[in-house]
């Protein structure tokens, strides 16, 4: 299983959301690019980047951050939020992410979204699968879709698509472990699919059941930042 962890940014840098909740926003570090070559020399080798200033603006906006993190290490970069359009697909890309996270676009999209896929293929195009009450939320996670998480999968699975990135914005951000169950019925259901787990993983112990039961990835973001689970306890997974 690939241990990814999360950086998040507000005005260049490194906060986290309680909840997908802007107004509970705690700020780690000024200095994303610190934090990210700690990653590096810990041994991680990915990192999920969000650039939620973007997703608000509907527009990349911490693009020099991706390009100094991406200049100073070698991490292979997911980065989302804010990318819209082939243009800002193009400037992500070119600023050194290996690959583009589409979410809310998805949704609102999908013909622009198939036509990344066919282009770019599913190895750089991952699918931000973004729900709560296991219906996919958009727009900075404030709006509920009518698509259900598996309907979402299904129809991105027939798309083309591989990757998917799946965050329940109940858990993100607020310690209480990831939604297992979930995940446990998706790889069931979609043994071709490759799931990363994001929101909740808080302990050691939610990285081991999330590789047990299958997933291709685990995000983890305050859990690091606060401390529950420690850089030394990933070598176990690297």
Known sequence: MEIIPAIDLINGQCVRLSAGDFAR?????????????????????RL????????RAGKPVNLAVLEAIARRTTLDIDAGGGIQNDASLAQVLAAGAA??????LAVREPATVH?????????????GADFKDQHIVINA???KSTLTL???????LAAGGTTFICTDVSKDGLLQGPSLATYQRLVKEFPTAQFVASGGVTTVADLEALAEAGMHGAIIG??????S???????AFL
């Open 25 to 45: 926003q705690t700020t780690y570090d000024v200095d994303p690019v610190a934090v990210a070559q700690r990653f590096a020399d810990a041994g991680v080798r």
């Open 48 to 55: 999920h980047l969000v650039d939620l200033d973007g997703a």
């Open 99 to 104: 690959h583009v996270t589409a979410g809310s």
């Open 115 to 127: 036509a990344w896929l066919k282009q770019h293929g599913a190895g750089t195009v991952f699918l």
């Open 141 to 143: 996670w404030v709006d």
């Open 150 to 156: 598996t309907g979402f999968i299904t129809d991105y």
């Open 222 to 227: 305050k859990a690091l930042y606060e401390g």
């Open 229 to 235: 689970i420690a850089l030394a306890d990933l070598k």
